[in-house]
């Protein structure tokens, strides 16, 4: 029995390692002085701690600025994303599940194409319609390419209440439209926590799209931000304040999770048991 | 308060594959309280959303105190429904859950306050305003949902098995309660259910619902004595009436088995069935049909037992206080006044 327990505490304790040891590494470098980063024998803890590069990445760089730009367009997008398939999702519900399925396949489809695939056509698009290096350009693409997963998720989550309450609401005298915001979507909270936060990840996270479509330095996004800091020569890569930059991008959606972490949970554990 | 009027209501699902509802035809007498009988999947619910307006018939008028109200939307139509599973918004306490119709109609907020208290003193309910629907009782969620529907004083009350989900003991009492409480309404109330001892108990008109269609409508003791059909026949009566089938000729029925022989005034010649209440079969042979049989099953009631007789190739149920022990001979007798017949083909009384 205690064996067992032991060896269950070390298998925790290396896949906790192992997941998060690069996270580890990523701070303890943007901690180290700029000559401490490459010095040998490696060190495992930084010798002195210096605010340096977190400094530097502000200061030095658009860093806030890039940051801004991110919460902007993943902010809106994710609105965006939420408040449009909440409304199909709630049309959706209200048809019969075979032919509800069908339209949602349909809309799942679109989601198979990698976004690699529709850089191009995008930029054109949105070339056409005088948007790059304008929020709007990411917002829309955003948009388009998590709604099929946010409307699987609200639709999911939407059916499971019972259709008795709509049609209390409507003898009640709710519009449909009040059904949705005073009904539907209050009760349907933890699911909504968890597709906006997975929707804002992806957002905060996309590369290849808003490195196209934001080609000027102060629509950068934080992942082309910190792809393109640079040294002052072509042979100086400046990890510390590349590592600064990375452990600042994840603040924000550790914030998101806490704020909405009781939700999330609900969510993620809503039809387990019943109640 | 206000009559219910359907004419010729047909309602099919499923692109018309399953019909619902075959062109029913129903009055439902102003501030009676009415019971919609039937098994599940008869159609009896469909009936009451029709009528709440939550569904549109195929073919067919609704009126509601004499106007059409097809095109009516279900909140204009003045009807409330309290649904089997109380359908009260969880994320609203129990205040706000019955005030919200009246803050919706634009209600001044003094007369809200007045009218929920008024309608949760009479349901009792005073004490759990401030509660959320999950932290009440099946049976006070039920009262909510009353009261929700009552604070809006309807013409019509739609109630669709609102025991239902209730355990035995509270079931009982609510009932006693709901009977009393709409009868001082003087409400028109339409209650679904497929609980016979509830609808004959309850209701003041009784409608007996079978495949989409209405078997029989009218009084309950009436409809209890003098069924119409064989499906009414079978369904009402705590405890299954007994069916022999057999032939009718001249005047004279005989069992199929031969084992049951006896004269009616009913002149037809045909397959028929008899039917014959447990209660309406006596031990000895003070009827005037006598039949010898053996004892098969008794099944004690507490007050009284069940006992199932075999006589011929037919099991007959009775009620015997003293019953004999499975196995012996049993002589008994019932009148023939007291049996239905039925024609076997179309089920309809002879």
């Not at chain 2, 009807?79 to 994320?91: G, I, S």
């Not at chain 2, 009782?137 to 949902?145: H, K």
């Not at chain 2, 014959?276 to 507490?302: F, Y």
């Not at chain 2, 002589?331 to 009384?349: M, N, T």
Request: proline letters at 6%; charged letters at 20%.
């Amino acid at each position: 029995m205690k064996v067992k327990k032991i060896l269950f505490y070390l298998l925790i304790g290396s896949i906790f390692l192992y997941c998060l040891f690069p996270f580890a590494w990523t701070l303890q470098t943007a901690l180290k002085p700029a000559e401490e980063v490459f010095r040998l024998p490696v060190s495992y803890f930084p010798e002195t701690v210096s605010l340096q590069n977190l400094g530097d990445v502000f200061t030095r760089r658009p860093f806030g600025r890039y940051v801004l730009n991110s919460l902007i367009a993943g902010g809106a997008a994710t609105v965006l994303t939420v408040w449009a398939a909440s409304i199909l999702a709630f049309r959706l519900r209200a048809m019969d599940l075979r032919r509800a399925m069908r339209i949602q396949r349909w809309f799942l489809a679109g989601a198979i194409l990698p976004p690699a695939l529709l850089v191009i056509p995008v930029f054109i698009v949105m070339k056409q319609l005088a948007l790059v290096n304008n929020y709007l350009s990411l917002i829309l693409s955003y948009t388009a390419l998590n709604l099929p997963f946010a409307l699987w998720m609200l639709h999911a989550a939407f059916r499971k209440l019972p259709r008795e309450l709509d049609e209390a609401a409507v003898l009640d005298g709710f519009s449909s439209s009040a059904i949705l915001y005073r009904i539907i979507l209050p009760l349907s909270r933890p699911s909504l926590a968890v597709t906006a936060v997975l929707v804002f990840i992806f957002c905060w996270n996309e590369f290849i799209l808003s490195l196209t479509l934001m080609p000027s330095q102060a629509m950068y996004t934080v992942p082309v931000g910190i792809a393109l800091l640079s040294g002052a020569s072509v042979y100086e890569i400046p990890w510390g304040e590349i590592n600064a930059a990375v452990a600042l991008t994840t603040i924000p959606i550790i914030l998101v999770i806490a704020a909405l972490q009781r939700w999330i949970i609900e969510g993620l554990t809503s039809g387990a048991v019943k109640g | 308060m206000a009559e219910i009027e359907l004419k010729r209501i047909s309602k099919g699902f499923l692109g018309g594959t399953v019909a619902a509802l075959r062109e029913m035809d129903l009055k439902i007498p102003d501030g009676a309280f009415t019971a919609v009988l039937g098994p599940s999947g008869c159609g009896k619910t469909t009936l009451l959303r029709i009528i709440a307006g939550l569904e549109q018939p195929d073919a067919g008028e609704v009126l509601i105190g004499g106007r059409v109200a097809n095109h009516v939307p279900p909140p204009e139509r003045n009807v409330a429904m309290v649904f089997q599973n109380y359908a009260l918004y969880p994320h609203k306490r129990v205040f706000e859950n019955i005030a919200i119709g009246l803050r919706l109609r634009r209600y001044p907020k003094e007369e809200i306050r007045a009218k929920v208290n008024e309608v949760s003193r009479i349901l009792r309910i005073e004490d759990l305003m401030e509660r959320y629907p999950k932290q009440l009782s099946g049976g006070q969620q039920q009262r909510v949902a009353l009261a929700r529907a009552l604070v809006r004083k309807p013409e019509v009350f739609l109630l669709d098995e609102p025991l239902s989900n209730l355990d035995a003991q509270v079931r009982d009492s609510t009932r006693t309660e709901l009977r009393k409480l709409f009868r001082e309404l003087n409400a028109t109330v339409l209650y679904v259910t497929h609980d016979q001892t509830e609808a004959m108990m309850m209701s003041d008109f009784l409608v007996v619902m079978d495949a989409g269609a209405i078997r029989q409508a009218g009084d309950p003791i009436h409809i209890y004595k003098e069924p119409g059909h064989r499906f009414v026949a079978e369904f009402i009566g705590t405890h299954r009436i007994n069916t022999v089938a057999g032939r009718l000729e001249n005047g004279r029925f005989k069992s199929t088995d031969g084992a049951i022989v006896l004269d009616t005034m009913i002149r037809k010649t045909g397959d028929v069935l008899m039917e014959i209440r447990p209660e309406h079969i006596a031990h000895g042979s003070r009827e005037d049909i006598t039949l010898e049989g053996e004892t098969l099953l008794v099944e004690p009631m507490g007050p009284t037992n069940l006992v199932s007789v075999r006589v011929g190739e037919n099991e007959l149920k009775m009620f015997l206080s003293s019953p004999p022990r499975v196995g012996e001979p049993m002589r008994l007798s019932f009148s023939s006044r007291k049996a239905y017949f039925f024609e076997a083909q179309s089920g309809l009384r002879l």
